[in-house]
């Protein structure tokens, strides 16, 4: 199985999704060969739009089975009066996955290694599936993560993809917890995934400015086959 996460952060309006949910539903459909795989779980596809946006996305990428959907982060509060949290409970009916420790939430919204452990609890309570990301050796692999993605802060957004080379002295650097799953994600796109691919070492891949147009969205997951 090979993991293809959209991460749209804060970039789409309502209308940019509903146009992304059409153009790219109709693609895959008229693909067979990637709606099997996604169908089989060959590819483990996965997006995770703006909170807001949940329940339509989920709604919409029904005809898309076995896609999945993930959240972008999660309250490492549990119910309580937390204004403007949102917790693991309340995500567990729209998604699956959730990703945590995202560099931009460490470095905007000053999320510390304490609170990612706490989310990560929250999201283990309510059998939500954590992507926990890093941005290299020098943050925590917390314990019982099975998909960990590691974003170098230079390649995120800046179409500066890091080379294979260093990606690969990475996951060597880390002691991965046995049956994790790898995942690269850094300016990602359809002319670089197979390069990653290729090597047999990467699992797949977090997307950020590739995953908010549909079509290059769909280019790449073609790479994924
Ligand atoms: P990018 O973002 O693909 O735009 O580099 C990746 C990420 O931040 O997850």
Redesign the pocket.
Known sequence: MKYLIA?W?AELNSSQITEWLTTFTTLVNNDGALLNAIHSEAIKLVICPPYPYLHHVKDAIKSLPQAAMGAQSVSPKAAGKYTGEVTAEMLKHFVQYVIIG???RRNYNGETEEMIAEELKRSYEQYLHPLL?IRGAEDTLHEHVKLI?Y?PVA????GQNADLASVLEMKKQLTLPTEAAFIY????DAANAKMYLNSGEIDGF??????TKAETFYELAKQLL
């Open positions: 991460n952060k995202h560099s931009e990301c993605a974003e390649a995120i957004g800046s994600g850094g300016s990602v977090l997307v950020g400015s590739a995953s």
